[in-house]
């Protein structure tokens, strides 16, 4: 019988899932929650996934990940406990680079829930055979064959033993020299409108050619200019950057720009060479007026941000989106001398860990502490910890202060699908190591119940961050806050601090500790 050796390592993180499924099945909530209907927490859980899901296509993957977490702990039904241990071990699979993390997710499912066990142990084992662990993922296929001789997933086990056998290994990273970006700038409109500059004309697939082009979706075909055409994708280029205009979305780009049907709508997606990508990334996320090294900083993290992002969504139709899902990207009238002179100076130039890109996260203030993606999100990356951040206390967004009543809070809660009545007393419950209040405690005439705070409190009440005190002053409830955003990895107004005194290098360093600085091209 197959001896789970591996799983041995990892005692840790699965006593965090037991932990879940614990509060999952009502320990927890059955007493302190009695007020809240389980059909209603049901309907929570289930919005709290499809929100995962959400962010996770603008690219917001550990906020994904909490939500997923959110949702464990708002369950009580097998099928959804199912669907999000099945979510959660996707995404740290496919778009955190956590194989070890989401093998663990998988063993637990097949473990507990017979109805998914092929599945999980097929997982298993494709995801050991990408880690080049062929030794035990060659048992776990071979333990799924002689388990599921019909099994679903027959051919694929077979097909990866057979590469195991033939020595055949996983594809090795590559980042190619000339990258490019594929950006959605709109998604599922009818109508689009690109135009070109003076004296410059738009190619439709390299033979027809205007000034303008009006682009229509039609029971599932395109229309150019009135005219409809064949195929349901067309490639827009031109010497110069393009105008495209959908509703109120008003944006110039450079690159050529694919328009394709999706479910019967359009979506358009800007390609363009990653270094003029930046040109617009850079001064949209950043102040000019900030130090050249602050600059170039920001170049190196919005590049490496890019890369981690393309290699992860190979499969996809884009990228990136333009917003600040992923990083905001405002087009060609963005552009200022100085961020183009930042991106040019670092040409290439990416922060690795293990000869990859790393998912260099940032925000606009730490609040004088960075967070822990650990902490905050459940999953580690060595160069996402929390440390002291004086830097950015200097910084805008450093200091708020948010006060609200007590009804004003029942209000707000109550359109995120916390219920209360008579709040008495909000308190923190758990905090990271930066002091971050990860969960905390509501006390209403009903009782009290525990929440995570990032997606209860700061979501309804609108919070610059998670990093506060709680006071009460008499009938209010006082917020005292520091930092903006979520505070993990980059703080850009400390990095804005920095600049006066240090380089772009040494910022970076301090706020990725471990990641390795390479010039890739």
Sequence with gaps: MFQPKYFALQKCYLSTIIL???LATGSLFSSVN????????????????????????????LEALENYDTAFDLT??????????????????LYLDSKEQAIIVYHYIETNFPEKAQFAMYRQGLLLYEMKRFQLSKEILNKYMKQYPQGRFLYQAEAILHKIKSKVLPPAYHIAKHTSVRIRLRKKVRKLSIDSQPDS???????????????????????????????RE????????????????????????????????LTAINIIDIESYLYSVVPSESYPSWPIETLKAQAIAAR????YQIEHRKKWTYDMVDNEGDQVYSGVNREHSKCTKAVNETKGMVLMQNNRPILAMYSANSGGFTASAKAIFNTHKSYLIAQKDTYSLKGKMAYWRRSFSGNQIETKLKKVGIHCHGIKT???????????????????????????????LKRALKLPEILFEIKKKGRE????????GHGVGYSQWGGAIMGDRYSYSEILKFYYPGSELINIW
């Design 477 to 484: 409830f006082v917020f005292d806050g520091n930092g903006f």
């Design 20 to 22: 879940f499924f614990t």
């Design 201 to 231: 004309h738009i190619c439709v697939n390299n033979t027809y050619c205007k000034s303008t082009i009006n682009i229509e979706s039609s029971k599932n075909t395109l229309w150019i200019n009135g005219k409809t055409m064949k195929g």
């Design 34 to 61: 009695a007020w809240s209907s389980s059909d209603h927490m049901e309907s929570q859980a289930r919005w709290h996934i499809n929100y995962g899901h959400y962010l996770i296509e603008v690219g917001k993957y």
């Design 426 to 456: 909000i308190r923190a419950k758990s905090f990271g190591p930066s002091g971050r209040v990860l969960r905390a405690e509501i006390v209403d005439k009903n009782g009290s119940q525990i929440i995570r705070t990032r997606t209860t």
């Design 304 to 307: 490496t941000y890019a890369l």
């Design 234 to 265: 067309i490639l827009l280029t031109s010497q110069s950057p393009m105008r495209l205009v959908s509703g109120k979305y008003d944006k110039t780009v450079r690159g050529s720009i694919k328009i394709f049907i999706q479910e019967g709508r």
């Design 76 to 93: 009580s039904t097998s099928s959804t406990i199912i669907d999000v241990l099945s979510a959660q071990a996707n995404l740290l699979a």
